[in-house]
């Protein structure tokens, strides 16, 4: 077999005593093997053969010592940046080559594996001291992995290390240098790049250390002039905002013969980012119980962007649903003694961070309440920022102006402008919005029409009265007293006192028309609440579909979302975490919008579903959906859902058309037949 094998390759060689039409030749020692053993030679490619011939022999190239591979039995190439060894891989037998020309030979065998992908942190002209070796000037560069430096007229670098093997580094010396400690030998880089590569070490380390991926960072760094007014001093020096950190870099001459250090503040530990002063801006970081100010140009115009940079290491730090869940219980811990979560239902609660007047960002929680929008910061009620609340009915959202961005939410309370930055941008900004929305419309009664009272106090889809701080009431009926109204209560259900505010939801097909009022009277023996009309009521989501009754079975699931609602409070079941499915729900009216649907699933608002709409004799119809309402029903574990469809496919939306009104044709003819 060896002999024909040998008989084939002379077939396909030239016989001639240099390589044929050879594209280059590369010095390199030779393994292949499990020995380990290495030859020294030179390999020489063609377009159709790859060749190593021993320098230790005078081998024609075309003799049988010589050891070829045909190209097409090239299978990988492979580049090792620690060993530098390029290893080949053939059908039946792999190369690995070591030397000053291996890292060559990889390229011309595959062009495309050399190229770099990892991005450049910094890069550029230092001094660097290596050991007691003589400082030698070159291009020193950093990427996400290495840290490498190529003396000037040198090909090959003289440092190229992995930057997680430098135990230490600091800046010190009359000028920024940059002092680390690399396998017990002393590294020293002097230079403009010093500082730079100070604070994109740092952050590598944090990131590294946090359990985050370092292959999305990208230069440059924000770097400028700056001053830390410490006391009565003003330090000079340099400010660096890195993805995850600020860092103040002492640079004058006199700072550095003071031996000052630099300080490091990553944005995981600040929670307050304000500017402040009259005849001259200054820029103050609240981490904690420790406070750094710094002055330097231009400060209000640098605000936002570092507010930017402060809510996207938020963001980023948060990543994990399990660490963002533990952040907002450790910020409600704090405000325990504010706010009273046992008797108040959160329906979403979310890292934010707070941006008032351009000049004061805040690190805390958004917590959406059934009847209010509260921002608690990370520092506690001991901190430096007050927590805020605002009425869901006072909220008006703005569309427009700086800020108003679709991951961003903005509002305004009788005048007063307020912007948040949610850690989980544009997923929670949308769930937000579906559980505060704006009234559709809102109309006065002073001079009520008739069909305006009906639709309140008439006949409807339902009733929810909730006192304030307290349970919901079970209402059977609202009706109208002369200038109050009154609510039929069930029998046994406790009356609430003289004086209690009370939040009304009734719920027509076209919406749902809340407001507020306060008990003047209760009758204990009819068990009835009388309290004042309301001077305006407020008619939330109207729709634009008729919805027809239906009597259909469905069965829904949660969505696969990016990133899962954080929900801390919102199982009416009793459950922390919601199951996703599937469960079987009853349909009991539809429209091409929309639908109601009761059942035993423990799904929280604003959560993305999916569903599948059994129609009769047909193949049922699939459609993503959004929770916007879930209530119990008294009396039971079903829950009353609202859900509005939101993505479903252009044929499925014709079949939903199409039996939508075939419903509605059979309900008028039902409704002409009792007429006639």
């Known amino acids: 077999m060896v002999t024909a094998f040998l008989m084939r390759m002379d077939a396909i060689m030239p016989k001639t005593s240099t390589p044929p039409a050879a594209l280059d030749r590369f010095e390199v020692a030779l393994a292949s093997g499990t020995d380990g053993a290495r030859t020294a030679g030179e390999v020489s490619l063609t377009s159709s053969v790859v060749a190593f011939r021993s320098e230790a022999q005078s081998t024609p190239w075309a003799g049988r010592n010589v050891r070829r591979k045909v190209r097409a039995w090239l299978q990988t190439v492979s580049w090792d940046r620690h060993t530098q060894t390029a290893t080949i891989v053939f059908k039946d037998e792999s190369w690995h080559c070591t030397g000053a020309d291996a890292r060559a030979l990889a390229v011309a065998l595959d062009p495309t594996l050399l190229e770099d992908r990892r991005p450049v942190l910094a890069a550029g002209t230092a001094t660097v001291t290596i050991g007691t070796a003589p400082p030698a000037t070159g291009t020193i560069a950093l990427d996400t992995e290495r840290l490498r430096f190529t003396p000037t007229a040198a090909s090959n670098p003289s440092l190229d290390i992995a930057w997680a093997s430098m135990d230490s580094h600091r800046l010190t010396g009359f000028r920024a240098a940059l002092v680390a400690e690399v396998a017990g030998q002393k590294v020293q880089i002097e230079g403009p790049q010093a500082p730079g590569l100070s604070a994109w070490l740092t952050t590598l380390r944090a990131r590294t250390e946090a359990g985050h991926s370092v292959e999305t960072l990208q230069a440059p760094l924000e770097r400028y002039p700056a001053q830390r007014l410490h006391g009565p001093l003003a330090i000079q020096g340099e400010l660096v905002v890195s993805p995850d950190h600020v860092q103040f870099v002492p640079s004058g001459l006199v700072e550095r013969t003071l031996g000052l250090r630099d300080i490091v503040l990553p944005f995981q530990k600040i929670e307050r980012v304000v500017v402040h002063g009259w005849t001259q801006k200054k820029l103050t970081l609240v981490a904690g119980a420790d406070r750094e100010t710094f002055s330097f140009d231009d400060v209000e115009a640098r605000f936002e962007q570092l507010v930017q940079a402060f809510h996207q290491a938020q963001a980023n730090r948060l990543s994990s649903r399990d660490r963002t869940r533990a952040q907002i219980e450790r910020v409600l811990e704090l405000w325990t003694d504010v706010f009273d979560r046992p008797t108040t239902r959160i329906t979403e ?114 009733i929810h009265v909730r006192a304030d701080g307290g349970p919901r009431l079970t209402v059977t009926g609202l009706h109208e007293s002369g200038r109050t109204w009154s609510a039929a209560l069930v029998v046994g259900t406790p009356l609430p006192a003289i004086g209690t505010f009370l939040h009304v939801d009734v719920g027509q097909p076209e919406g749902v028309y809340r407001f507020e009022s306060e008990v003047v009277d209760v009758d204990p023996l009819t068990c009835e609440v009388h309290f004042a009309r309301p001077a305006t009521i407020r008619v939330y989501n109207q729709r634009q579909s008729v919805r027809v009754p239906v009597d259909l079975a469905a069965t829904i699931r ?75 029903v008294e009396g039971g574990e079903l829950r009353r859902f609202g859900i509005r469809f939101e993505n479903i496919h252009r044929q499925e939306e014709v079949r939903l058309q199409r039996h939508v009104l075939n419903a509605q044709r059979t309900q008028l003819a039902g409704l002409d037949a009792m007429v006639g």
């Open 349 to 462: 609660a979310q890292l934010a961070v707070q941006v008032r007047t351009q000049h004061d960002a805040t690190l805390g929680v958004l917590v959406k309440t059934t009847d209010e929008v509260r921002f608690l910061p990370s520092g506690g009620p001991n901190g430096t920022a007050k927590a805020e609340s605002h009425p869901v009915p006072r909220i008006l959202r703005t569309y427009s102006g700086p800020g108003c961005r679709a991951d961003e939410i903005c509002f305004s309370v009788a005048g007063d402008a307020f912007r948040y930055l949610p850690a989980e941008e544009a997923t929670f900004v949308s769930r937000f919005w579906d559980q505060c929305r704006a009234p559709s419309r809102i109309f006065h009664l002073d001079a009520p029409s008739r069909r305006a009272l009906s639709r309140v106090v008439g006949p409807s889809r339902f």
């Open 558 to 632: 949660m969505a696969e979302l990016e990133t899962a609602p954080v929900v801390v409070e919102d199982s009416l079941l009793g459950d922390s975490e919601p199951a996703t499915g599937p469960h079987s729900l009853h349909l009991s009216d539809l429209s091409l919008g929309g639908c109601a649907a009761e059942g035993a699933a423990d799904l929280p608002l604003g959560s993305s579903v999916e569903m599948e709409v059994e129609l009769n004799n047909a193949a049922p119809i699939r459609v993503t959906g959004r929770i916007l309402r879930a209530d119990r």
